[in-house]
């Protein structure tokens, strides 16, 4: 079977998948990138493709990095003589441009997709972008969501339910299971080198953007500090570093907090092995890839109602804690609480092992090409 993908950007979590993908009995997997990546995502790109991979010429559209136009995507599916077509959205012209493609070719096409009905939106762009949503959700064979949320929020918009596989922004579970089993003698070793005491440590992985809520975080910080020993990592860069540094000066935490910048995705199963507890304080987060990273280290997390990925990632309550977006006492009491049972990371990964093995890459592939293989030969109607 011969599968397309049209994806924004390569990523250090989504390549491994589709290697996995293309490892399927009787696969040739084509995946076409908008971009090779972002300035705002600085990944070493270095990452083995065990697919045919290839970043289409092109541009971002007046500057923003998540608007692609690349002229050649409906010329590259027609050469790749796909089954097929997967898509990673439907919100620039290079996926419309593929859309209009399929159904002229009458090629079934899939929907990824990743948005939740929760998110926050301006209410123009729900009037402008609903009728247009209704027709590529319509029209899709099938949809791909993420998790719970965003299959709510497709079949919301007429999407099939019937042709439904979950396809999470999963890491490589797998590997970082393995790594943090490894890593984990050396955890002494390893606080030392960062400069850490016996004092427990939460840790924050993404970007310093408003949306992350990192301020709120460092509001709640000082809150655990009144009354625990505790060190906050806040890992990440990002337009608002200098404004969230001078604000951990103003709460006199900044001796508790660490900001040791961007870390690469080979950096980071060694942070988590010497971390106690993670968090993502989101005011808007359409998954988490980093939250099943942080839970497949083995560290319990504290997420808000607005990150997209709690749902299906946040099994047990000794797993991990949801709390409502932008309020620091909440958030404070929620880290306190973890911090306070300090379970070991083998426990946590018992008690996760049931959402370990729903998403791990090995199983979503599985059920992927099986839902391609069921439902690809179905009639398509062309468009004229």
């Not at 993908?5 to 293309?22: E, G, K, M, S």
């Amino acid at each position: 079977m011969n599968i397309a993908v049209v994806t924004p950007t390569l990523t250090p979590y989504r390549d491994p998948f589709w290697n996995t993908v293309a490892k399927q009995p009787n696969v040739d997997l084509h995946v076409f990138y908008c971009t090779k990546g972002t300035s705002d995502r600085p990944w070493e790109a270095d990452w083995q493709l065990d697919f045919h991979g290839e970043v289409l010429p092109g541009r971002a559209l007046a500057g923003n990095g998540s608007c692609y136009w690349n002229p050649s995507v409906a010329r590259r599916l027609a050469e790749s003589q796909c089954d097929a077509i997967l898509l990673g959205g439907y919100n620039h012209p290079t996926m419309v441009r593929a859309i209009l493609y399929a159904r002229r070719r009458r090629i079934p096409y899939y929907l990824m997709c990743e948005s939740f009905l929760g998110l926050r939106r301006a209410t123009y762009r729900k009037i402008l972008k609903t009728p247009f949503v209704r027709w590529v959700v319509k029209h899709a064979r099938g949809i791909l969501p993420t998790g719970t949320l965003a299959r709510e929020y497709l079949i919301h918009y007429g999407g099939n339910a019937e042709a439904c596989c979950f396809v999470p922004n999963s890491p490589d579970l797998d590997r970082l299971r393995t790594l943090a089993r490894e890593l984990a003698p050396d955890r002494k070793r390893l606080r030392a080198a960062r400069g850490w005491g016996d004092e427990p440590v939460i840790i924050y992985v993404g970007r310093l953007i408003w949306k992350k809520g990192v301020d709120v975080l460092l509001r709640a910080m000082k809150h655990v500090v009144e009354t625990r020993s505790a060190r906050l990592v806040v890992a990440g860069d990002g337009v608002e570093r200098p404004k969230l540094e001078a604000l951990a000066a103003e709460l006199g935490i900044a001796d508790r907090v660490d900001f040791p910048g961007f870390l690469q995705p080979d950096e980071l199963p060694e942070w988590y092995a010497a971390a106690d507890v993670f968090t993502l304080p989101s005011l808007t987060e359409p998954w988490g890839v980093v939250v099943m990273e942080a839970l497949a280290a083995g560290l319990p997390v504290v997420v808000t109602e607005l990150v997209g990925c709690h749902p299906d990632v946040v099994n047990d309550p000794r797993v991990g804690s949801v709390v409502p977006p932008g309020k620091p006492e909440p958030l404070a009491e929620a880290l306190i609480r973890h911090l306070d049972e300090r379970l070991d990371k083998e426990t946590i990964h018992t008690l996760w092992d049931p959402v370990y093995r729903r998403t791990r890459h090995a199983a979503v592939a599985e059920k992927l090409v099986d839902l391609l293989r069921r439902t690809a030969n179905e009639p398509t109607h062309a468009i004229r």
